[in-house]
Structure formats: structure tokens, C-alpha cells
């Protein structure tokens, strides 16, 4: 709200105080301002000496000494009304209004007064207006009402262009329409509006120079009368080009340094640092970095002065190397990281001065053809360099100043730092995948059980890859073990701990236990692995892996009985794929997690249809991205149903699934293990239960060799009548009563197994030279490609491989 305005005019007639004197000071005359200066009516004051207006008339001739020609200005103080009235100083001023010859004195005066105050306070408000017009910082404009100019400072708009004598004009006789236009919109709002503008920026361009121009922050206020009625307007314009630039350029820097913290990618990093230099500092712009740190190495020193670098990304610059495309740089003669130069002026096509734009350097990567300046900044970290980045102008743009390539020195400096690193995070990063890719199994296997695939998918966060891991053991009889475990933590020390676990598992595998006893001493491990390094970093250094927690599911398929045998530690349970279509999760019972120890883990029994699908996950597989973890088992069902079709590969099958459950950027490991079920048909293995009485191994003899004639491998008969015999002998003598199960399997090899009731474990030994004794196993060890003995819920299996003969 404006105040209400008040009216200071000193040569109002309201305020000026006016009396008519003769020669001697007699009053003749008076205004009425004067009656109300001096409290008194004109009878009174006429005929009056004058100086008997003064509050101290004995101070008369001060106020006389002040005399110094026929107009004469001075100060008196006058006292208002009569008696010991208010004193009131004024200013006065003395005219001759009969002007005589030389020498002669006038006989009639003209004295004028005001209050001090009122005229000190009209002179400082002349003082400042007049200064404030001479100022050579503010350009200073006073417009009428229609936007004419009417009075200006010698400073107003100090460009290239500006008329010397401004009075008159409209801004657009000398501005571009636009920018003309843009103005006078604004003072014509204040104009009308009356409400003042500060501080708005606007673009200034000359109609002679129609460069990059200036901008100035416009101010204006509306300005009137006394009575209110609106005489123009004042604007005040202030170049603020360079204050904006620094901005600008500071936000620029900010953005790209924002830019440059978004990921530890470097295809990302650098197409999202040219994004931000294009069209903020430039109209083209590409970044190549050094072909050593695609391939993860240490890159060269700055000494050396040939480079291979690989383009990495570019914006605007259609017309040079694509992104992928070696690029050779030659260092020799750079004398720091910049190459600066400026060829022609964008506005004549002509070179401009060296004291203009900077010497021109050699040396610039080729760029647009419509390029008129560029600048190239080398990325160094550590003595060692990186790449380059390089940004180029076309078309009516300024070509580069030095501040401009202070800036794009700092961009480079920060975005060394961050190639640098994402070159170490990738190499460490590459190191543990390959890691662990190492310590993981083929990602398809082909066995007589089942055929598998899997996909692995590490994390993509800067932590690392995650300890997920998982295998497919082949095991005795035809038998395969499907195991999936989760290590916690991500990085170096999750992926040893996996290789510490996947050892010991297929350690315990190759003992033939059954999965919830094999889980019970993988726990026990863990326990004391977790106990000795907790120990190791209370008595000495810290060592590199302190943590084995995990989960672990881990289940065996018999291809015969077509029995499937399953336990979990903590671990997500396996989902069941019918032939029919239908999807179920095995109802595991899910123990704790490893390490905890002092819990049993329950088993699972089930009968398994061939041409079943198993999945076995982990849990990044279900619950990336979703609150409810049936959501992700629901669509894990689904997506089995849809892309396990018995035609399609189970690798392809697991591509897509992983693809849809788990889009990037990944937050955890993923893994998905599919197995095919298939089974050994019956005329492939043959079962007989014997009595346990000596007299049987005969028989078992001849049903061995009856059965290998009926399968044609006669070439086997002397070796497996003579195994099994053994088997079948020492299964009777020791078992301690009960049956005795004999069996052969024809699974790419032969199988002969012995199951007895019997708990004792089978000794391989040495026997004396007069012993009649103790040379069964030793024979058969020596008759068999493999052999081993097994712990079975109803007591022991003894088991031996022979390969079958060639066609």
C-alpha cells in the first residue's frame, strides 16, 4: 500500500512566506503563508519594522552582515505571535524589485522565507536525485507516460549501440523489438498498476550489436504529483551479467557434480555428465575415457604422450566418433589440462583478437563442422590419466571466455575422481564376481536324475556381489543333491564365505546324509567358524571375514523311487512344477538359520512325477520390490506355469523368469536353480530280497548274471557275480539278522547296491598273508570304478559303479 504522499514544495505558495519592505524595513505588504509563519494578520504586520519579527532583534545586524549583494540569502530565527510565542527558524532570500542605476539604492524588497526544515529537506532531496544521475554503476531512466525517455544518465545502458542523446526515444528505437517489447511491457504494468518492481531480470540487446547481450535487473516505481496525478515513470537498470553467469555457472557445477554421484557406472556417469554440459555450457559435447579403464587396468601416467581413449559418451555431436569409437590423443606440448580455442566469432565469421578469447591451441579432438570455439579438459586423478572432456559452441552462442574453462577444469577434476573410482569399484567388483563364478558349478548340468539350469544375477550395488550360491552334486545310485544357499553380506567376504560353505557341503554330500543331518553338521560348522573368528579378533588383528550367517535348502531325488527328500535352513521353500501345469511350494518345515544352532531340521518327504520342475530361489528372487513375500511367490508360481513349457530349455525358461521378477538395478543377489525330473524305468533295475543265510549267495550269483544277460552286458557278469557275492557274504555275516536287499541299476553305469539293517560301517583293510580273511573290499575297490556305503534310515547301503562297455 503506498503512503499517502505530502506535499514539500518549498516554492508552494502554501509554504513560501513572502513580505513586501521599503528601504528602511518597514512591512508594506505580506502573503498569507506569512501570516501562518508568523502567527500574525497582515494589520498586524504591516507597518512593522522587520526586525521586529526577530525572536532577538538586538540580533539585527548578524542577520544584515550577512548582506553581500542586491540578492542575499541568511538564516534568522522569528517568533510567532506576540509575547513569548514559539520561535520558528527559517531561511530567507532578499530581491530588489526596483532595480535602480548603479550606485543607487533600491527602495522596495522582496523578502522570501520557509522553514528550515522543510528546505533543508527539498535541497537533500535535489542532492541526492542530482548524484543519483551522475552515478556510472545505475543505469538511471525517467520515462513519461508514454514511455518516452525524458532523462537519463550518461550511464544507462553503457553497450555497444546506445544513442549518445536518449531524449525523446522509445526503447525501441535502439533495442531489439523483443527485448524493447519485454521492457516497456513491465513499466507500462507499473505505470498502471502503481506497484513498483525490483529486481527483475531482462535481457538487453542493441539493434546494432545482437550478440549475447547483457542482463539487467529492472527496477521502476511510478511517479506523481501532489495531486496524485501520474507523471511517468523512474527505471533503474543494473547490469548484473556477470553476477548471473558466476550463478549459473555454480549451479552448472553443482548439477554435474550431482550427476556424477549418481551411480558407479561409467556408461551412466558419463552420459549423464554430457546431458548436463549440453545446452548449459555448450551444444556439444564428449567425454573419452582411456581404454585401460574399460578393461578395469591401471591407466597410463601423464608422461606418456600417445593415449588410446574410447569414446564413452556424447550429446550434439552427430558429427564426430560415435560413442564406442577409439579416439588417439597426443598430449605432447599441453602444458596443463586444458586446451582452450576459439577460431571465429560467431556473429562475423572473423578470428577474433587473441586478447579477446585467449590464444588459439592446437590440439582439440575433431568436433561439429559448425563449431566455432571449444575447450578440452584432460581427467587426471592420482598422476594417471583417465580421458578428456571436450564441449564445443555453434551457431550465435559467445564463444568460450576463461571462466568458462575455469569451470569445465573443475567439472573435469570431479569427474576424475568419480571415473577413478567407478575404475577401482568395477575392478573389485570384477575380481569378486569372478570369484565367485569360479567357486559356482556349470550353469546347466545333464544327469540321469535330472537336467538343470540356472541364472545368477549379482547385486548392483556398490557393495558387491552377495554370497549366494548353488549346486547340483551327483551322489550315489543314480541320486543327485539340489542345494541353494544365502550368505549374509555382499562384497569379498560373502563370496569366501559361500566357497568356505559350497566346499563343505559337497564334502557332507559325499558322505551320503540325509538332508536334515547334513544340515545339522553344516550348522555345527558354521557355529564353530563364528566361534574361532569372534575369538581371532578379540586376541589379534581383525580378520577379512567375521560373518557366516546363512540359509541353506538343500534336497535329494532318487531317479528309482522317484523320491525327493528335502530340509531348510531359514531358506525360502522349493517350489513343485507338475507335468499337469500345477504349481505348489513343498511345505519344508524352515529351520533356523545357520549358526544359530540348538534346533533340529525337520525333513520332507514326497514322491516326484517325472517331468517335474524343481525351483529352488533365493529370497532376492521374491522380494525385491515387494512388501508381502507371497506377492513374489505368487508370481514365481505363475511364471513357472507360463515359461517351463516341456519343449522350451530350461535356461531360456530361467532367463525369463529371472527377467521378470527381477528388473534392474538389482538391490540383492539372485539366483534361480530349475531341475527337470526324469526317471530310471523299470526294466533298468531290478530288485531282489534275500534271506540272510549263506546258502542264498548262490542264488544271488545267478540272478546277477541272469539279470546282466538280459540287459546284454554279459562282458560285466564275472565282476558283478563276484562283487555282489562279496556284498551279499558280508552282508549276512554281519547284519545280525533281517533281509538282505540286493539291487543293479542300469543308469549310464551299473550299479550294484547290498542294503542290510546293519548300522557298522564298512572297513576297507590290508590283510595279512596268512589270514584267510579281510580282502573282500579290497577286491572290490580294485574290481570297481567306484564304491562307497551310504547310512540309511533302516540301516546301511553298500554300493559299486562299473562303466558300462563301449558299443
Known amino acids: 500500500m503506498r503512503a499517502a504522499r505530502s506535499n514539500d514544495d518549498p516554492l508552494d505558495a502554501a509554504h513560501t512566506a513572502g513580505l513586501l519592505v ?82 543607487e539604492r533600491a527602495t522596495r524588497f522582496l523578502v522570501l522565507g520557509a522553514p528550515r526544515p522543510l528546505l533543508a529537506k527539498w535541497r537533500q532531496a535535489h542532492a541526492f536525485l542530482e548524484e543519483l544521475f551522475l552515478q556510472d554503476r545505475v543505469g538511471l531512466a525517467v520515462f513519461d507516460t508514454d514511455l518516452r525517455l525524458e532523462r537519463t544518465n550518461t550511464h544507462l545502458l553503457p553497450y555497444t549501440g546506445v544513442p549518445a542523446d536518449l531524449s525523446g526515444l522509445r526503447l525501441a528505437d535502439f533495442l531489439q523489438d523483443e527485448d524493447a517489447r519485454s521492457v516497456d511491457d513491465r513499466l507500462r504494468d507499473v505505470l498502471t498498476t502503481g506497484i513498483p518492481l525490483v529486481g527483475t531480470d531482462i535481457l538487453v540487446r542493441t539493434r546494432v550489436d545482437p550478440g549475447a547481450g547483457r542482463i539487467v535487473a529492472l527496477s521502476a516505481f511510478r511517479l506523481q504529483d501532489a495531486e496524485g496525478r501520474v507523471m511517468g515513470v523512474t527505471a533503474l537498470f543494473v547490469d548484473v551479467t556477470e553476477q548471473r553467469r558466476a550463478r549459473e555457472r555454480l549451479d552448472l557445477l553443482h548439477r554435474a ?173 570384477h575380481a569378486a564376481l569372478s570369484l565367485q563364478r569360479s567357486l559356482l558349478p556349470p550353469t546347466t548340468t545333464d544327469t540321469v536324475a535330472v537336467q538343470s539350469a540356472s541364472v545368477y544375477l549379482p547385486t548392483d550395488t556398490a557393495t558387491g556381489v552377495s554370497g549366494d550360491w548353488f549346486d547340483v552334486i551327483p551322489l550315489s545310485s543314480a541320486r543327485v543333491a539340489l542345494v541353494v544357499g544365502d550368505v549374509v553380506g555382499h562384497g569379498l567376504q560373502a563370496t569366501a564365505t559361500m566357497g568356505r560353505l559350497r566346499t563343505a557341503v559337497r564334502t557332507l554330500a559325499d558322505l551320503d546324509l540325509e538332508p536334515d543331518e547334513l544340515l545339522a553338521h553344516l550348522d555345527d560348522l558354521v557355529s564353530q567358524l563364528t566361534h574361532e573368528t569372534a575369538g581371532a579378533e578379540n586376541h589379534g588383528p581383525r580378520v577379512a571375514y567375521h560373518s557366516y550367517g546363512a540359509t541353506c535348502l538343500y534336497m535329494t531325488y532318487n531317479p528309482v523311487t522317484r523320491h525327493c527328500v528335502a530340509a531348510s535352513a531359514g531358506h525360502p521353500p522349493p517350489a513343485l512344477l507338475r507335468p499337469d501345469g500345477s504349481v505348489e511350494y513343498l511345505e519344508v518345515s524352515p529351520g533356523p538359520p545357520l549358526g544359530v544352532g540348538g534346533l ?33 511367490m ?46 530310471i524305468a523299470a526294466d533298468d533295475s531290478a530288485t531282489w530280497h534275500l534271506e540272510a543265510d549263506p546258502a542264498v549267495v548262490a542264488h544271488a550269483r545267478t540272478l546277477v548274471v541272469r539279470q546282466l544277460s538280459h540287459w546284454g552286458l554279459d562282458e560285466l557278469s564275472f565282476t558283478t557275480e563276484l562283487v555282489a557275492s562279496e556284498l551279499v557274504t558280508n552282508a549276512i555275516r554281519y547284519a545280525g539278522g533281517g533281509s538282505v536287499e540286493l539291487r543293479l541299476i542300469r543308469a549310464g553305469v551299473l550299479i550294484c547296491e ?54
Not at 513569548?84 to 526596483?98: I, K, M, N, T, Y
Not at 551412466?268 to 564428449?286: I, M, S
Not at 525333513?603 to 522380494?623: H, I, K, M, Q, R
Not at 579290497?778 to 551310504?790: K, N, P
Open 22 to 103: 521599503d528601504a528602511i524595513g518597514t512591512v508594506l505588504g505580506c502573503t498569507p503563508a506569512a501570516e501562518t509563519l508568523l502567527n500574525r494578520p497582515a494589520e498586524d504586520l504591516s507597518g512593522r519594522r522587520i526586525h521586529e519579527l526577530l525572536a532577538d532583534p538586538s540580533l539585527w545586524p548578524d542577520v544584515l552582515a550577512g548582506r553581500n549583494g542586491p540578492v542575499w540569502e541568511g538564516r534568522a530565527v522569528v517568533r510567532k505571535g506576540e509575547g513569548e510565542g514559539e520561535e520558528a527558524e527559517v531561511l530567507f532570500r532578499v530581491l530588489s524589485l526596483d532595480p535602480r542605476p548603479t550606485g
Open 257 to 429: 557434480t550431482a550427476a556424477l554421484g549418481n551411480s558407479l557406472s561409467l556408461a551412466e556417469t558419463t552420459g549423464d555428465l554430457v546431458d548436463v554440459l549440453v545446452p548449459a555450457l555448450a551444444d556439444a559435447a564428449v567425454i573419452d575415457i582411456a581404454e585401460s579403464v574399460f578393461a578395469h587396468e591401471e591407466p597410463d601416467t601423464h608422461e606418456h604422450r600417445q593415449h588410446l581413449l574410447r569414446r564413452a559418451a556424447a550429446a550434439g555431436a552427430d558429427e564426430t566418433p560415435p560413442v564406442g569409437a577409439p579416439v588417439a590423443v597426443d598430449v605432447t606440448g599441453r602444458s596443463g589440462d586444458r586446451i582452450w580455442s576459439a577460431d571465429r566469432s560467431p556473429a562475423d565469421g572473423a578470428a577474433p583478437a587473441a586478447e579477446e578469447t585467449g590464444t588459439p591451441v592446437d590440439g582439440l579432438p575433431p568436433g561439429p563442422a559448425a563449431a566455432h570455439s571449444g575447450m578440452s579438459a584432460l581427467l587426471r586423478a592420482r598422476g594417471r590419466l583417465l580421458g578428456q572432456v571436450t564441449v564445443w559452441r555453434t551457431g550465435p552462442r559467445p564463444p568460450f571466455e576463461e571462466d568458462d574453462v575455469a569451470l569445465l577444469e573443475e567439472i573435469a577434476s570431479r569427474a576424475a575422481l568419480v571415473v577413478d573410482n567407478a575404475r577401482r569399484y568395477a575392478r573389485e567388483r
Open 600 to 632: 533340529p531340521f525337520e525333513p520332507l518327504e514326497t514322491v516326484v512325477e517325472e517331468n517335474s520342475v524343481l525351483a529352488l530361489y533365493t529370497d532376492g528372487l521374491v522380494e525385491r520390490g515387494r512388501s508381502d513375500l507371497d506377492e513374489g
Open 634 to 679: 505368487a508370481s514365481l508360481a505363475s511364471l513357472l506355469t507360463r515359461e517351463t513349457a516341456p519343449d522350451r530349455p530350461l535356461q531360456d525358461a530361467g532367463r525369463r523368469i529371472v527377467s521378470d521378477l527381477a528388473p534392474r538395478p538389482l538391490s540383492d543377489d539372485v539366483t534361480l536353480l530349475l531341475a527337470r525330473t526324469r526317471v
Open 754 to 807: 547290498v542294503s542290510d539293517a546293519s548300522s557298522t560301517q564298512p572297513r576297507m583293510r590290508r590283510a595279512g598273508a596268512t589270514e584267510e580273511g579281510g580282502r573282500g573290499l579290497f577286491l572290490i575297490a580294485q574290481l570297481t570304478e567306484r564304491w562307497g556305503s551310504r547310512y540309511t534310515r533302516r540301516g546301511k547301503t553298500i554300493w559299486t559303479q562299473q562303466p558300462l562297455p563301449g558299443p
